[in-house]
């Protein structure tokens, strides 16, 4: 990406053009655009999560955006319950690969093996223990950033 200050305002490229116009006339085939003003566009790292680019301006001999926070929507109580959906659905999800020998559990009486029902167990364990992890977060951001690893 290329960047020129043209009549005080920053104009993006996604390369430098071709051909260029200046105060100095049309310039055809144009490889370097250093000597007409343009300069690379660096962006810095950021979690589109909870920050977003602003104020792009010359910072040295690049142009570059701010880093700022992102207005985080909701209170801190819809958040955890909107993370806390989203752990529900993945285990509800993972749980339902195996639902069928509940099912047939409760329809015939063939009973599930150990292992599934120790899976199902020990998924339900875990989903408790992130539950808590999210319901004990304290700022907005921290709800947004918390990723579910079950």
């Known amino acids: 990406m290329k960047a020129i200050l043209v009549n005080g305002e920053i104009k993006t490229f996604?390369?430098?053009?071709?051909?260029?116009?200046?105060?100095?006339?049309?310039h055809l085939n144009i490889k370097d655009g250093s000597k007409y003003g343009f300069k690379d566009v660096v962006y810095p790292t950021f979690d589109a999560?909870?920050?977003?680019?602003?104020?792009?301006?010359?910072?040295?001999?690049?142009?570059t955006y701010d880093v700022i926070d992102k207005p985080v929507k909701g209170t801190l109580s819809e958040l955890k319950?909107?993370?806390?959906?989203?752990?529900?659905?993945?285990?509800?999800?993972?749980?339902?690969?195996?639902?069928?020998?509940?099912?047939?559990e409760a329809d015939s009486g063939?009973?599930?093996?150990?292992d599934v029902r120790g899976e199902?167990?020990?998924?339900?364990?875990?989903?408790?223990?992130?539950?808590?992890?999210?319901?004990?977060?304290?700022?907005?951001?921290?709800?947004v950033l918390?990723?579910?690893?079950?």
């Open 14 to 26: 996604g390369s430098v053009p071709k051909s260029w116009s200046d105060e100095n006339g049309l």
């Open 49 to 63: 999560r909870i920050e977003e680019l602003s104020n792009l301006h010359l910072d040295g001999d690049v142009y």
């Open 81 to 104: 319950e909107q993370k806390v959906s989203e752990l529900k659905s993945m285990v509800g999800e993972q749980l339902s690969s195996t639902d069928w020998y509940i099912i047939r």
């Open 110 to 114: 063939e009973a599930t093996p150990a």
């Open 120 to 143: 199902r167990a020990a998924l339900r364990t875990k989903s408790d223990s992130i539950e808590t992890e999210i319901n004990a977060l304290k700022s907005k951001k921290d709800v």
């Open 146 to 150: 918390f990723d579910i690893n079950l």
